[in-house]
């Protein structure tokens, strides 16, 4: 009776502070948010005025951003098709590169195929940064410095190896018997990759798709050292040209990064029963 008594007041008290816990990582994480939302209604003489809201809420930050109507945005809609451009490319070499090694590797099984899979997770042990000045060399070499495809192959490099990794992992998942049932049809390599393997694992690719896309959407560190030109800019980089200047409109700074974050919010909303299912069946399989 004494533990049964007890163990009441000591579950409600756990919950209690897991409660409290997870209320201050949710503000902790919106405050951020809160803020730029803020700061993209204040006009922009009362940036600084330190309102937890605008005296004088207004619109006119989102007019200026979307009609370019600012030195600094003077080619926000061309850098915005950038970003969109670059991170769609490169998603889409990711998907397709680490689909097919994923399957050979998993489903074909050539010898050490394993070991290279793992081999290749070794380059996230050297930070990114550390690389950036070797990038830059190779693109230099191979006369790409200012092309938006250097930075397309730098997310490829960064992305691919994670994603083969997952899609092995959850391609384990997936029964031989398929396969020898394939097999006994006549189906050949290419038949089982595209009406066994790819529509059983759409799950992880929409999960693995999603994290290659928000990588090259949110680069910033290769994207300013290998784009020169403005108009080949994404809006990372853009939004970095706001920080070299001490008068630089902040509203209008974060009322881009506002604009900028709704793609990858709507994309999570579209995609996270599949992200969710995905990536957890990739991980949790050993």
Not at 41 to 50: D, I, N, Q, S, V
Not at 211 to 235: G, K, Q
Request: with cysteine; net charge negative; glycine share 6%.
């Amino acid at each position: 009776m004494s533990d049964a008594s007890t163990a009441l007041p000591r579950r409600l008290h756990e919950n209690v502070l897991l409660g409290v816990l997870g209320l201050v990582i949710v503000v902790w994480s919106l405050l951020p948010i809160y803020h730029m939302v803020v700061l993209s209604l204040t006009p922009p003489r009362e940036g600084f005025a330190g309102h937890l809201w605008p005296v004088n809420p207004t619109l006119a930050n989102y007019v200026t951003v979307l009609t370019q109507a600012d030195y600094y945005l003077a080619q926000f809609w061309q850098q915005l098709g950038n970003s969109a451009l670059i991170a769609v490319a490169a998603t889409a070499i990711v998907l397709a590169c680490s689909l097919m090694a994923s399957f050979a590797i998993s489903r074909l099984r050539p010898r050490f195929g394993s070991l290279v899979s793992y081999l290749a997770l070794v380059a996230y042990f050297v930070p990114a940064t550390f690389l950036a000045i070797p990038f830059y060399q190779v693109m230099g070499t191979y006369g790409l410095l200012g092309n938006q495809l250097a930075l397309v192959l730098c997310v490829v490099a960064f992305a691919t190896p994670y994603a083969i990794w997952v899609l092995q992992q959850n391609a384990h998942t997936l029964p031989d018997e398929l396969d020898d049932a394939a097999r006994i049809d006549g189906a050949g390599p290419l038949q089982m990759f595209t009406l066994i393997y790819v529509p059983l694992m759409l799950p992880t690719i929409v999960a693995v798709g999603a994290f290659a896309l928000m990588l090259s959407w949110n680069e910033y560190l290769y994207a300013f050292l290998l784009l020169s030109d403005e108009s080949r800019f994404t809006i990372p980089v853009m939004l970095g040209q706001f920080m070299a200047d001490d008068a630089a409109p902040w509203p209008l700074l974060m009322t881009s990064g506002v604009i900028y974050m709704l793609p990858p919010t709507a994309l999570y909303y579209v995609a996270r029963q599949f992200q969710s299912s995905g990536m957890m069946s990739g991980s949790v399989k050993g």
